[in-house]
């Protein structure tokens, strides 16, 4: 808008200026009539002087004459109000100057500046005899005062206009672009929501009174709508999906537990028939041992279906510094080549969650640290509140997280190269259980690790510190 009014605005200057010049040329010309008028009648005598002849007759106000004669010698004179006063020698001998500069052939008027009168338009007077040289002059000022009149009112004219030319389309803009602030409002709307998880569904849309299409901006809104209904429907179906799937693995774990108790159980009784070859008990032996794991991974698939459902965890007290201390003792106790050390505040750190699914979470860390590093690395959990957070961390000083699996580490069987190849890692569930459980509780956790510093750090909402 300001670059429309800005162009207003140049072509009305252009416009106002030219108007001057013209307006200007043409009271020039009426002034140089004047002068040549007044030039006709001038009378004198040879023995005239500028300041006499002036005295004689009426003279416009400010008319200058210079006069030289044989006998007077050169005089000049101009009028003020009711009296000829005398030209200094400076005034006449500019005069004198312009006249004898300019070309005979030229326009009969030329400007000169006088000194203290300003600019004037003179022209040589005609004369009975060659000896006699008369130059009548009458002032522009009236002209450039005329021209810069004008042009100042129209200014002032323009300038008004403008102001009231700009509040207008200020206004018809602002009414006419009303529906794109619905559409505008909507989308920044729309765009707050986040839509990456979980039951989505947008329910904002343009107004129906702003999607008229028969406008341009109407029918934006109209495709706004749509785009929304689309997104809508989208984020529906991938939620019906997720659940679906979600179903289905928690169903399918939830069936393949019994036929898995049912061969624990049976290789277990096999395993104690004495009359068995020793390759038969060595493979009996595999059996149990792998449908043991299989279990744990089933009942892994099922935590983590139950979790994304958000019906698993069960609220209660927790005391997060003793559930780090009994936590660290058991590993302590698993991982004899481990270097162990706790770092707990006095005051117990104490939060709402599911005591059980938590310390699943440190147990699994803590697991990390023991299997995935060489023996002799330090592992240090510390405990502390910050602020209403409750923050826990395990550091290592180990080689650190494969980088293959950094930017994966915490999504669903996600394993280091090494871990799989050493099979020191088990299933790869670990860390997204640990994600889903923290994430059930409203919490971060997050991992920094290079060579020889690793730290995974949980941040769950605590409870405001006891004052008692
Ligand atoms: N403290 C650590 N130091 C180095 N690498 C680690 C550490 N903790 C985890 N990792 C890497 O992250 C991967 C994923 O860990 P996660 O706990 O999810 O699975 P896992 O330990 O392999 O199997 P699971 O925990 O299910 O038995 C591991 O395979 C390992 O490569
Ligand atoms: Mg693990």
Known sequence: MT???????????????STGAILGNVLQDNLDGKVRETAENVLFTNESTAVRVLSTGPYTDGTVLVLRTPTS?????????NTARVLTAEQVADILQAVSDAPSTSAPSLTVDLPGLGDYRVTVAPTPSPDVLAIIGL???????????????????????????????????????RPLRAVADTATRVARVRMDSGDVSITERVPESETD???????????????????????????????????????????????????RGYSELSLRDATLSDTSHAALERIQAQSLRMSALVEDLLLLARLDEGTELVYGAVDLTRLAVEAVRD???AGRDHEWVIDVDDEPVLLAGDVSRLHQVVANLLANARTHTPPGTVVTVSVHREGDTAVLRVHDDGPGVDPGVAEQLFERFARGDASRARKTGGTGLGLSIARAI?????????????????????????KPADPA
């Open 331 to 333: 590993a302590q106790a």
């Open 438 to 462: 923290v994430d059930g509780h409203r919490g971060t956790i997050t991992v920094r690790s290079r060579p020889g510093d690793t730290t995974f750090e949980v941040r769950l909402p605590a």
């Open 213 to 263: 299409d028969h406008t341009e901006i109407g029918q934006v809104g109209a495709a706004l709508n749509a785009l929304l209904d689309h997104i809508d429907a989208s984020l529906s179906a991938r939620q019906r999906n997720e659940e679906l799937m979600r179903r289905f693995v928690a169903d399918a774990s939830h069936e393949l537990r019994t036929p898995l108790a049912s061969i």
């Open 73 to 81: 010698g050169t005089t000049g004179a101009y009028v003020d109000g």
């Open 139 to 177: 002032p522009l000022s009236e002209v450039t005062g005329t021209v810069s009149q004008i042009l100042l009112t129209v200014g002032l004219v323009t300038a008004g206009g403008l102001l009231l030319l700009s509040s207008i389309i200020a206004v018809v803009v602002r009414i006419g672009l």
């Open 3 to 17: 670059a429309i009014i800005g162009m207003i605005a140049v072509i009305l200057a252009i416009i106002a200026l």
